[in-house]
């Protein structure tokens, strides 16, 4: 696979498609830097996002977005990477636009990671500016980015975004008052606009770079499957650090013509009264989500005659949700689909119609992406909105086939008519809530603690969060480990709360084959 160097990012290269990416008109010349201005000229008053009772007009993120370019201009050189650690504010959408403005790659970091796998991250892909909140759900967020900050020779600034919970007290605030719109960047349309991390087998998070293009198809995609018209409105409750949250909340606004109506904290009953008052058409998110809005419907006899589309994935989907959910929802099509960060939006689901059986019994069909099982029926993937690549070539080693195509780790089957049905997966990854957790990580943690002797985790179903991740341990002779010793062992280094194993099971030995590999199958089927 050839490479191509653009500010300073190594990213694959595929010259033969990249010109059919154009030809298709997947790809473009344009970027945000291109598409905003415009926006905001043609419709200078339309609603981009909505946050509580601030709603963002094109004209005020437009304006917003080019002052706080000019102040990271004055800290930055084209290529380096501005990280937020934000919840779903509308703040968020400005760093973004701002990053683009300033020739810059934008870095979102999920809210939920603590001290260790923020500091791997932040200084993973050099970030120079990292916004954060004062405190969010009483976590001290600022204090602990300053803590990284103050011992690393690579140091990063950091601002702080609504200080007390008020926007106007925050250090962006202060930026936006000070600093005067001016110049911004023309981007080249295939470097790197994006770095988001996800989890893998390897224990440590892994940088995937997405460039201008490959977020451009994977919205034109959505826009040509998922029913979407200039005006609808996007219910955005998954995080916007997420693959699934961002491209909401922050590429479909200006790409689609939609507003993103934000969420902060998940509530179902909340999230039903914002969809009737602001007539929300499109809402996706894991199963945890859809059950919820679904129990609170029905709870208030309440069809949602506006939605549209509900798109569910990032963890197991049962097939009876679906149904049950067609059914509820007046004209709502709901649907299965498969994807990942690497190539988001992988199917596109079963829409053709309104209660399609494909549409709960399988994952969909794919977009605009190659879809082909390997021999051992894993699902490898390609198409023009796939990754450009990963923050650490090492990574890419095992990523890809021969032929270019993205190993995703998971196992499928695919049927005559071309839809996909996702059977289990060969990664040893849990996805709890849509979250990624890598065991390895973990256990090579709890193995330290004197009282365990060996250990493996691996997820059990769970109704309510898709998996939950259950330690089965080998005690040393008299200990007796359990859920509350692994949290304040965890705690203690600094690891996301997420990852915490929900279970504990004591054994007197973990199965093993002949070469002493854990036979984690065989654990599964015991605690399932």
């Known amino acids: 696979m050839a490479r191509r160097e653009i500010d300073g990012w190594s990213i694959r290269w595929d010259e033969d498609r990249a010109v059919q990416a154009r030809r298709d008109g997947w790809w473009g010349r344009e970027t945000l830097s291109d598409i905003l201005p415009r926006i905001a000229g043609d419709t200078p008053d339309r609603v981009m996002i909505v946050d509580g009772d601030t709603r963002l007009t094109a004209t005020q993120l437009h304006d917003q977005a080019r002052r706080l370019a000019s102040w990271l201009r004055g800290r930055t050189t084209p290529g380096d990477v501005v990280s937020f650690m934000l919840p779903n504010w509308h703040e968020a959408a400005v760093v973004y636009f701002a990053a683009t ?64 919970g008020r926007s106007e007290d925050g250090g962006l605030a202060k930026i936006l008052r000070a600093s005067e719109p001016g110049w911004f960047a023309e981007p080249d349309p295939d470097a790197v606009r994006m770095v988001m991390y996800t989890s893998g087998t390897t224990g440590r998070p892994k940088g995937v770079l997405h460039t201008h293009n490959t977020l451009n198809a994977l919205l034109k995609q959505i826009g040509a499957h998922w029913l979407v018209e200039e005006g609808d409105r996007f219910l955005v409750p998954s995080p916007i650090s997420h693959i699934g949250g961002s491209i909401y909340a922050f590429e479909g606004p200006a790409l689609l013509g939609t507003t993103a109506v934000l969420m902060d ?22 199963t945890p989500f859809l059950e919820h809005l679904l129990a609170a419907a029905r709870a208030a006899d309440e069809h949602l005659p506006e939605l549209k589309v509900f798109i569910c994935g990032g963890a197991s989907v049962p097939p009876g949700l679906i149904e049950e959910a067609n059914d509820w929802f007046a004209n709502a099509r709901v649907s299965r689909v498969y994807g990942s960060t690497e190539v988001p939006v992988t199917t596109v689901g079963a829409l053709t119609d309104k209660g399609m059986v494909q549409a709960a019994h399988s994952d ?165």
């Open 101 to 164: 403005y300033a020739g810059l790659v934008a870095n979102p970091i999920l809210p939920s990671l603590r001290e260790r796998d923020t500091r791997f991250i932040v200084e993973d892909c050099k970030s120079r500016v990292v916004f954060v909140p004062e405190t969010f759900r009483k976590f001290a967020y600022a204090e602990m980015l300053r803590g990284i900050a103050s011992d690393m020779d690579d140091t990063f600034e950091v601002v702080v975004v609504r200080s007390d």
């Open 265 to 286: 904290t998940w509530d179902a009953l909340a999230a039903l009264e914002l969809m009737r008052e602001e007539r929300i058409t499109h809402m996706a998110g894991a």
């Open 364 to 528: 969909g069909k794919a977009g605009i992406a190659d879809v082909i099982l390997a021999e051992n029926g894993e699902i490898r993937a390609r198409g023009p909105q796939m990754l450009a690549g990963y923050i650490r070539q090492a990574d890419e080693a095992d990523a890809f086939d021969a032929d270019g195509f993205y190993r995703s780790g998971d196992q499928g089957a695919l049927d005559d008519a071309g839809f996909l049905t996702v059977t289990g997966r060969i990664k040893d990854l849990i996805i709890r809530n849509g979250e990624n957790i890598a065991p390895k990580e973990i256990e090579d943690l709890l193995i330290r603690l004197p009282e365990i002797e060996d250990v493996a985790i691996v997820g059990v179903p769970d109704p309510k969060t898709g998996e939950r991740a259950c330690a089965v341990i080998v005690p040393v002779a008299g200990a007796r480990p359990d859920v509350p010793m692994l949290a304040e062992y965890l705690s203690g280094l600094g690891v996301t709360r997420f990852k915490y194993p929900e279970r504990v099971e004591l054994r007197n030995s973990l199965p093993r084959n002949e070469a002493g590999k854990v036979l984690k199958h065989v654990l599964r089927a015991e605690l399932a």
